[in-house]
């Protein structure tokens, strides 16, 4: 099975490269937008808000992320900059002012905070209203960032703010919904049967945000940028994204939300925002084309983060890529300036995962079986190497080409779970949620998955559960949420569900519905 399902359309040219808690200043009720002005400027003080650089760089990407969410007001509110359809905020909403446009990001943070540090700062405007998102922040940033040399961190930051925003997007839409069917599970068993689905959600929006967070801090820490690995991203993520949408439409529809309910239209305003921001299977085909053009810098072994034979601490690897995997780390340039990271070097994490996990999965079944998952997903990615096509013989257009590029894009995602996952503590570091996200990359590229399987959703559903139920987000960080917190909100979203289950289940059993 392909990546992309049904296959996607005619190939085009792109337009261009296109958790923890902090302390919260004290600030108002939402700050309303004013005048519109000719392009975000760089963040400057501004009274409550401290200026962008002035504290370790996680430390304040986490502050500034707080900020915004004070700023945007709670999102169960109608008032508020956030208080208007997604459709209408994309066509009409003025650019922000005042303390809000103070806190938005501009070019010039990117030096500060690193692009991977931006899109940490953004998320809060990002998982709440993808349109509103892209004209506040990625339209503008994409824009100013485009005159950059090519290459730069800033021309790598505007072509991965799209994806970075669809999975903020889609995160906030899955915890939603896995609280719902949390709480509805209590009243009524048969909605359980949803969880693993939505495990499976949770996992692939994991790997996809791990894929784009790699790709960021790759920009941040390698001089000629990662082009290849871009494009992987511009490619899976509205793809793998585009799934979990389906998904929790399904879920919502058989757990009695039908599409009048708020629930189904803000999913509804979602799903039609993809292609009005660029975020949709066409999105994915110009992301498909950078890559076969890229192809020919995957060929043979990798540039040297992995030298061939040696393992890592034994000087086979160099400080960069660990650095790559490091999510919410500061990345430290090393001594001599940023050098070249290929993203070849970024693949090679794949097969040097699988032999260091080897090491230490003897006493665990879950560790063993993503043991042995990462070494067939090694032995795909050796043979893809014999088929590369030379330069100048990359046509977007040719099938095999297109196949090529779909199976080294999973390989690619498959690579920054098993490095991100190598690098991480707590739920991150563990092995549930790479071997269900490894797992269904090995069904996508159509091979059988290696016995004696292990089936880690449960343990997935139960991370994600409980970070419903905490108020914590669903991302590679597990961001502490302002607004989106446990109970009465929740139980009052699990008795609303309840009750439209038990009438949509007494309709079916008049013979009414649909």
Known sequence: MTLTRPGPPAPREAAGSPGEAAPVPAAGPAAGPAAVPAAVPAAVPYAGVPALGDGPLSADAVLRARCLEVLLGDPHRPTGPCGRTASEAAREVP?????????????????????????????????????????????????????????????ELGALLGPAALIAAAGGALHTTARLVDCLAT???????????????FADLLACESLTAVALRAADLTAGGTPALTAAAGYVVPQLVGQVLDDLELVLNETGFGPDTAERRALAELAADRAATGADPAAAAG???????????????????????????????????????????????????RRAVST???????????????????????????TRVARRLATEQRTLRLPYPAAGH??????????????????????????VGQEAGGFLGGPHWALLALARVTRRLGAPLPEPAVDPAGEVWAELAERTRRGVDCDVYASELLWAGPGAQSEAAGARADTRAGTEAGRRRGGGGT
């Open 344 to 370: 070849a070097d970024v693949a090679a994490a794949l097969p040097g995962a699988a032999a260091r996990l080897a090491e230490r999965a003897a006493d665990d079944p879950a560790l063993a079986a993503l």
């Open 187 to 201: 009243r009524a068993p048969g909605v359980r049967r949803w969880q693993p689905v939505l495990a499976a959600d």
């Open 95 to 155: 650019a922000p002012s005042g303390a809000l446009g103070a806190v938005l990001p501009g070019p010039a943070d990117v030096r500060r905070l690193g692009a991977d540090g931006i899109v940490r700062v953004l998320r809060p405007l990002l998982r709440r209203d993808l349109a509103l998102g892209h004209a506040w922040a990625v339209r503008p940033l994409s824009g100013a960032l485009a005159g950059e040399t090519a290459g730069g961190p800033g021309t």
């Open 287 to 337: 992301g498909q084309a950078r890559l076969i053009r890229a192809l020919p810098s995957l060929a043979g072994p990798a540039g040297g983060a992995f030298r061939s034979g040696a393992e890592p601490g034994e000087g086979g690897e160099r400080a960069e890529p660990r650095e790559l995997f490091r999510l919410g780390r500061a990345a430290a340039a090393p001594a001599g300036g």
């Open 394 to 419: 990359t046509n977007p257009a040719d099938p095999a080409a297109r196949a090529l590029a779909d199976r080294q894009a999973l390989l690619l995602l498959a690579a920054a779970v098993l490095g």
